[in-house]
């Protein structure tokens, strides 16, 4: 008696990630900021029209990177 033989599909592969777009990612990241930092700290800015509209920009950016932190932190402790 001849035994069925049974296919076995292989599991699908989890898409393979690469941690260097990450560390990209957060290089680019601390650069631009990094450049707003240091525009901020300038008595004549280069990005900004006044001293007081270089440090808005600084303080936007920061508020904006933690809002992301918040937000990925909610992400985590979803079901």
Same mark, same amino acid.
């Given at each position: 008696?001849?035994?069925?033989?049974?296919?076995?599909?292989?599991?699908?592969?989890?898409?393979?990630? +690469?941690?260097? +777009?990450?560390? *990209? !990612?957060?290089? *680019? #990241?601390?650069?631009? !900021? &990094? &450049?707003? !930092?240091? +525009?901020?700290?300038?008595?004549?800015?280069?990005?900004?029209?006044?001293?007081?509209?270089?440090?808005?920009?600084? +303080?936007?950016?920061?508020?904006?990177?933690?809002?992301?932190?918040?937000?990925?932190?909610? #992400?985590?402790?979803?079901?």
């Amino acid at each position: 008696m001849a035994n069925p033989t049974q296919t076995q599909t292989a599991a699908p592969q989890a898409e393979s990630f +690469d941690r260097k +777009d990450l560390s *990209r !990612v957060f290089s *680019r #990241l601390r650069h631009e !900021v &990094g &450049g707003l !930092v240091d +525009d901020a700290n300038r008595t004549r800015p280069f990005y900004a029209k006044s001293k007081e509209e270089a440090v808005a920009k600084r +303080d936007a950016a920061l508020k904006v990177i933690s809002e992301l932190a918040d937000r990925i932190d909610v #992400l985590k402790k979803q079901d």
